[in-house]
């Protein structure tokens, strides 16, 4: 179905002769205005003329469509390709009395016909055909082949360790401390991290050729500059504190007093120290005295400033962290030239070189008008802010002369930007920005998803979170149906299930077992209750319905949001006590499955034989089901002292396992046969077929078929391990070893590799994390726990965005509670700057999924206060954004802006339901 555009859309659409950066808000039709905007170059025009002349039409092939993933790639595809044909038919129901329609008919036929051949593509497809284009010019092999991820993961591998070897042969005492805090294993997956990420992000080859005391000075240089203005005025307001007169006051504050004086005198000694020591010495409560009070107000004003913070780096760290970080620097340096001559043996390139490569093209003046002629006059670029700088600078560069003159249409929405662990940086967006003329800075704000009072409980939030952006416009509401526009039911719910205790959130401590708590499971009981009340009652939905009609929600039309997996078992089972069935959509838990862990610990056994370990889950798992007691006896002394379970399971007949059952000796004896079989024939297949005998001779997709959760996700996860097997069929110097080895190493660090998708059946709520639901809406959805407090960074380096790669010196288990170096210290606060955008846009993008309901829920009592009358602070990052924009208590906004207000109702749950009640106090 063709929709009409607006008149944002159409302005986007038809702009000419400049560059446009569309910010294109949620729900606002960004990917219908994509293809509109194609389509408007082939030659697209309204009535009368309908389409425009040969010399004003783009030739097919030189528009080109960079996307993120394959799946908007094809989406975009699709939707070209479906508009082409309805134009066609359209001309074709005129041609009989019109020639000018008989030959547009014609055209859009053809065209239809090459939408195959357009390039609608992800970025790093399109990067990989200018590389195949100018191999020769890059000095690499005109064949070169693209390595699988999953190849190149594990040759990453091989180069750091080869690398950790090869430092560690020299004795470096830096490595072998740095080593002994972080385990080998440790450093390695460090080093392929590191591997990972761009020179342009890491500054790695930098750092490697830095010398120690020249790299102190420069991290030292930042964090002066930082500290310096607040230390001046820290010390002079601390010299008039400690001066002011004692009379009158209580021996505990003179006390006080007197030990931040005495703190004072070591400042010519370590100032900074000194300055920190004095301020802990006057802690609160503080005394009621005129003058006194005003300059203590100063001093808490001081401490709240993120200088302060800084201020407690530890200055006899910073040599050790240097020389840490130019170690690990130049090891990543030793790593990548190994990669980089294992991929020359190979005449390959990963993903991560394919952005390089073009950059190389670029520098040299290679562009899209190159030597064989001009390959887009034209790029549209979708979900740019999910690119990174060097990207940027790419695309750019290929634009050529035309960059700020109509070659470009990017769009994307900074407030949308949610990948920043993948590299991404937003950021790229708004330098872009900055470089297209005005005139070609455009917007899309009307919302075409959600009913009106989300839209508007939408628009408070992001102005409370993104005072920063005051270019970016308020979303409008662009439904038009009763059900979009009705006031009720309300839109919005917050659930807040208060504490037994009383307590405004959990604290610290209760977080260490959030998920065990009952406290969090009265949160769930209290939720499912809420939803299974609704349900019954029926919730409206069919705001985007353009035949306004309005049905009851289905559970199929419901889904829970969250930024992780961590608790959705306690939903999960409190939804099904409450007679709803769920659906988990499990994002980077491929290797958490227990299928995929059963078979990988069959086929490890096939490669490791005497791995004593892998071959008892092998044999107890289903494909085997050898009983606990057998093994037991099997790998007991009563045979042959000193022996291993192994020994015993290749070695010894399966007749002479005496008091074992003869149902138990026949299934070891079958479970020799097929590990027998499968340990011969790696050397023979490629692993994927390996891997496929393996299932096919266990019956384990029978096995799986009874004995799943969710039958079908099993067996197409299983199919999903077998197709990752393939990536390592080939390479053939690089095949079943290494696809075991990094298999292994995958169980271990229960790596983010994807399941299997499967549809959601229509009759189960739905799980899903924020990340996997960009680009998705639902009727209803529900966003629980969000007093979740944010995960503790205990990474062993963070990435700075001036100063590159910077290590801790410090590991989690190592004075807690003591500072870090000067470095580290501005590092960090970088970064809770970066995740604290971040975690704004995972609650924007959660919200804006929304189209008829949204509840809110946590483990929060608002009415709770501090020991002083303030209220209490929420410990979870997306509730404490609430608390900026919203009174929890009635729902109420506290800035409410040009919208009506938003009907928000709180229902606030004393206690958990018992037997199906709850008891709860409903606030408006």
Same mark, same amino acid.
């Given at each position: 179905?063709?929709?009409?555009?607006?008149?944002?859309?159409?302005?986007?659409?038809?702009?000419?002769?400049?560059?446009?950066?569309?910010?294109?808000?949620?729900?606002?039709?960004?990917?219908?205005?994509?293809?509109?905007?194609?389509?408007?170059?082939?030659?697209?025009?309204?009535?009368?003329?309908?389409?425009?002349?040969?010399?004003?039409?783009?030739q097919?092939?030189?528009?080109g469509?960079?996307?993120?993933t394959?799946?908007?790639?094809?989406?975009?595809?699709?939707?070209?390709?479906?508009?082409?044909?309805?134009?066609?038919?359209?001309?074709?129901?005129?041609?009989?009395?019109?020639?000018?329609?008989?030959?547009?008919?014609?055209?859009w036929?053809?065209?239809?016909?090459?939408?195959?051949?357009?390039?609608?593509?992800?970025?790093?497809?399109?990067?990989?055909?200018?590389?195949?284009?100018?191999?020769d010019?890059?000095?690499?092999?005109?064949?070169?082949r693209?390595?699988?991820?999953?190849i190149?993961?594990?040759?990453?591998?091989?180069?750091?360790?080869?690398?950790?070897?090869?430092?560690l042969?020299?004795?470096?005492?830096?490595?072998?401390?740095?080593?002994?805090?972080?385990?080998?294993?440790?450093?390695?997956?460090?080093?392929?991290a590191?591997?990972?990420?761009?020179?342009?992000?890491?500054?790695?080859?930098?750092i490697?050729?830095?010398?120690?005391?020249?790299?102190?000075?420069?991290?030292?240089?930042?964090?002066?500059?930082?500290?310096?203005?607040?230390?001046?005025r820290?010390?002079?307001l601390?010299?008039?504190?400690?001066? =002011?007169p004692?009379?009158?006051?209580?021996?505990?504050?003179?006390?006080?007093?007197?030990a931040?004086?005495?703190?004072?005198?070591?400042?010519?000694?370590?100032?900074?120290?000194?300055?920190?020591?004095?301020?802990?010495?006057?802690?609160?409560?503080?005394?009621?005295?005129?003058?006194?009070?005003?300059l203590?107000?100063?001093?808490?004003?001081?401490?709240?400033n993120?200088?302060?913070?800084?201020?407690?780096?530890?200055?006899?760290?910073?040599?050790?962290?240097a020389?840490?970080?130019?170690?690990?620097?130049?090891?990543?340096?030793?790593?990548?030239?190994l990669?980089?001559?294992?991929?020359?043996?190979?005449?390959?390139?990963?993903f991560?070189?394919?952005?390089?490569?073009?950059?190389?093209l670029?520098?040299?003046?290679?562009?899209?008008?190159?030597?064989?002629?001009?390959?887009?006059?034209?790029?549209?670029?979708?979900?740019f802010?999910?690119?990174?700088?060097?990207?940027?600078?790419?695309?750019?560069?290929l634009a050529?002369?035309?960059?700020?003159?109509?070659?470009?249409?990017?769009?994307g929405d900074?407030?949308?930007?949610?990948?920043?662990?993948?590299?991404?940086?937003?950021?790229?967006?708004?330098?872009?920005?900055?470089?297209?003329?005005?005139?070609?800075?455009?917007?899309?704000a009307?919302?075409?998803?959600?009913?009106?009072?989300?839209?508007?409980?939408?628009?408070?939030?992001?102005?409370?979170?993104?005072?920063?952006?005051?270019?970016d416009?308020?979303?409008?509401?662009?439904?038009?149906?009763?059900?979009?526009?009705?006031?009720?039911?309300?839109?919005?719910?917050?659930?807040?299930?208060?504490p037994?205790?009383?307590g405004?959130a959990?604290?610290?401590? $209760?977080d260490?077992?959030?998920?065990?708590s009952?406290?969090?499971?009265?949160?769930?009981?209290?939720?499912?209750?809420?939803?299974?009340?609704?349900?019954?009652?029926?919730?409206?939905?069919?705001?985007?319905?353009?035949?306004?009609?309005?049905?009851?929600?289905?559970?199929?039309?419901?889904?829970?949001?969250?930024?992780?997996?961590?608790?959705?078992?306690?939903?999960?089972?409190?939804?099904?006590?409450?007679?709803f069935?769920?659906?988990?959509?499990?994002?980077?838990?491929?290797?958490?499955?227990?299928?995929?862990?059963?078979?990988v610990?069959l086929?490890?056994?096939?490669?490791?034989?005497?791995?004593?370990?892998?071959?008892?889950?092998?044999?107890?798992?289903?494909?085997?089901?050898?009983?606990?007691?057998?093994?037991?006896?099997?790998?007991?002394e009563? =045979?042959?002292?000193?022996?291993?379970?192994?020994?015993?399971?290749?070695?010894?007949?399966s007749?002479?396992?005496?008091?074992?059952?003869?149902?138990?000796?026949?299934?070891?004896?079958?479970?020799?046969?097929?590990?027998?079989?499968?340990?011969?024939?790696?050397?023979?297949?490629?692993?994927?077929?390996?891997?496929?005998?393996?299932?096919?001779?266990?019956?384990?997709?029978?096995?799986?078929?009874a004995?799943?959760?969710?039958?079908?996700?099993?067996? $197409?996860?299983?199919?999903?391990?077998?197709?990752?097997?393939?990536?390592?069929?080939?390479?053939?110097? =690089?095949g079943?070893?290494?696809?075991?080895?990094?298999?292994?190493?995958?169980?271990?660090?229960?790596?983010? =590799?994807?399941?299997?998708?499967?549809?959601?059946?229509?009759?189960?709520?739905?799980?899903?994390?924020?990340?996997?639901?960009?680009?998705?809406?639902f009727?209803?959805?529900?966003?629980?726990?969000?007093?979740?407090?944010?995960?503790?960074?205990?990474?062993?380096?963070?990435?700075?965005?001036?100063?590159?790669?910077?290590?801790r010196?410090?590991?989690?288990?190592?004075?807690?509670?003591?500072?870090?170096?000067?470095?580290?210290?501005?590092?960090t606060?970088?970064?809770?700057?970066d995740?604290?955008?971040?975690?704004?846009?995972?609650?924007?993008?959660?919200?804006?999924?929304?189209?008829?309901?949204?509840?809110?829920?946590?483990v929060?009592?608002?009415?709770?206060?501090?020991?002083?009358?303030?209220?209490?602070?929420?410990?979870?990052?997306?509730?404490k954004?609430?608390?900026r924009?919203?009174?929890?208590?009635?729902?109420?906004?506290?800035?409410?802006?040009?919208?009506?207000?938003?009907?928000?109702?709180?229902?606030?749950?004393?206690?958990?339901?018992?037997?199906?009640?709850?008891?709860?106090?409903?606030?408006?």
């Open positions: 179905m063709e929709f009409p555009l607006d008149p944002e859309q159409r302005r986007a659409v038809e702009a000419a002769g400049v560059s446009v950066l569309l910010t294109a808000g949620a729900g606002c039709g960004k990917t219908g205005t994509i293809t509109a905007r194609f389509m408007h170059l082939l030659g697209k025009r309204d009535a009368p003329e309908l389409l425009a002349s040969p010399e004003c039409r783009v097919v092939g030189r528009i469509v960079l996307t993120f394959n799946k908007a790639a094809a989406e975009l595809r699709h939707r070209i390709r479906s508009a082409c044909e309805r134009e066609a038919e359209k001309h074709a129901a005129l041609a009989a009395d019109s020639e000018r329609s008989a030959e547009a008919a014609r055209y036929q053809l065209v239809s016909f090459a939408v195959d051949g357009m390039t609608i593509s992800t970025y790093h497809s399109f990067y990989e055909r200018m590389v195949r284009e100018f191999a010019m890059l000095e690499l092999d005109p064949d070169v693209l390595l699988d991820e999953r190149a993961a594990g040759l990453k591998r091989e180069a750091a360790r080869d690398a950790v070897r090869e430092r042969t020299t004795q470096d005492p830096v490595l072998i401390a740095y080593a002994a805090r972080h385990r080998l294993d440790g450093v390695v997956d460090q080093l392929v590191l591997l990972g990420l761009g020179d342009h992000q890491t500054l790695v080859s930098e490697a050729q830095a010398d120690e005391s020249a790299f102190c000075e420069r991290w030292l240089s930042g964090w002066y500059a930082r500290v310096d203005p607040l230390a001046d820290l010390e002079a601390l010299q008039e504190i400690v001066a =002011f004692a009379t009158g006051l209580t021996s505990t504050w003179i006390g006080k007093s007197q931040a004086a005495e703190a004072l005198t070591r400042i010519e000694d370590d100032r900074y120290g000194a300055l920190s020591a004095a301020v802990r010495a006057l802690p609160g409560p503080y005394p009621k005295r005129p003058g006194l009070n005003e203590l107000d100063d001093l808490k004003t001081l401490k709240e993120t200088a302060f913070d800084l201020m407690q780096g530890d200055l006899k760290l910073l040599e050790q962290a020389a840490e970080t130019i170690v690990l620097a130049r090891m990543v340096e030793t790593a990548r030239g990669y980089e001559e294992m991929k020359r043996r190979r005449r390959a390139v990963d991560d070189d394919l952005v390089v490569k073009v950059r190389e670029s520098a040299q003046g290679v562009t899209p008008r190159g030597r064989t002629g001009p390959i887009f006059e034209h790029f549209l670029v979708d979900e802010q999910d690119t990174d700088r060097l990207q940027s600078v790419v695309l750019q560069a050529g002369p035309s960059f700020g003159h109509g070659a470009l249409f990017v769009v900074v407030k949308q930007a949610i990948y920043r662990f993948r590299g991404s940086d937003p950021e790229a967006l708004l330098e872009l920005r900055d470089v297209i003329p005005p005139e070609g800075h455009l917007s899309l009307s919302n075409y998803r959600s009913r009106k009072a989300i839209v508007e409980f939408v628009n408070i939030l992001a102005r409370s979170m993104y005072p920063d952006l005051p270019d416009p308020s979303l409008a509401s662009g439904l038009c149906t009763q059900a979009a526009l009705a006031e009720r039911p309300a839109a919005v719910d917050m659930l807040w299930t208060v037994a205790d009383g405004g959990p604290g610290a401590q $209760a260490a077992d959030l998920l065990g009952e406290t969090h499971r009265a949160e769930a009981a209290n939720l499912a209750a809420h939803l299974r009340r609704l349900v019954d009652a029926g919730i409206p939905v069919g705001a985007r319905r353009r035949d306004g009609e309005v049905t009851n929600a289905r559970p199929g039309d419901i889904v829970l949001l969250s930024r992780s997996r961590s608790h959705w078992r306690i939903y999960e089972q409190a939804l099904m006590r409450e007679g069935q769920v659906h988990q959509d499990s994002v980077g838990g491929f290797f958490r499955r227990q299928e995929v862990r059963d078979l610990n086929l490890a056994v096939a490669e490791y034989r005497m791995d004593d370990l892998r071959l008892a889950a092998c044999l107890r798992g289903p494909m085997f089901a050898v009983t606990d007691e057998t093994l037991f006896m099997l790998a007991g009563s =045979f042959r002292p000193g022996q291993s379970l192994a020994d015993r399971f290749w070695g010894e007949p007749a002479g396992f005496e008091g074992i059952s003869a149902t138990d000796r026949a299934m070891l004896e079958r479970a020799r046969k097929i590990l027998e079989e499968l340990h011969r024939l790696k050397a023979q297949l490629p692993p994927s077929r390996v891997v496929r005998l393996a299932i096919e001779r266990t019956g384990f997709e029978a096995i799986a078929r004995t799943a959760d969710e039958p079908e996700r099993a067996l $197409a996860n299983l199919e999903t391990l077998v197709d990752d097997a393939r990536s390592f069929d080939r390479d053939p110097d =690089f079943w070893p290494a696809m075991i080895r990094q298999w292994l190493s995958d169980l271990d660090s229960t790596s983010r =590799f994807d399941e299997a998708v499967v549809d959601a059946p229509a009759d189960r709520i739905r799980f899903l994390t924020i990340h996997a639901a960009k680009g998705l809406e009727p209803v959805v529900i966003m629980p726990g969000l007093n979740s407090p944010s995960p503790q960074r205990t990474g062993p380096y963070l990435i700075h965005p001036k100063l590159g790669l910077i290590t010196s410090r590991t989690p288990d190592e004075s807690p509670d003591g500072a870090d170096h000067p470095a580290m210290a501005l590092a606060l970088a970064v809770r700057d995740e604290d955008r971040e975690i704004d846009n995972l609650l924007y993008v959660a919200a804006t999924r929304a189209m008829d309901k949204l509840i809110l829920s946590a929060f009592d608002p009415a709770a206060t501090n020991k002083d009358g303030s209220p209490k602070t929420p410990a979870g990052p997306f509730l954004r609430l608390t924009a919203f009174d929890l208590n009635t729902g109420r906004p506290f800035v409410p802006g040009p919208e009506t207000p938003p009907e928000v109702i709180v229902h606030r749950f004393e206690e958990a339901p018992a037997e199906g009640t709850t008891t709860a106090r409903r606030g408006r």
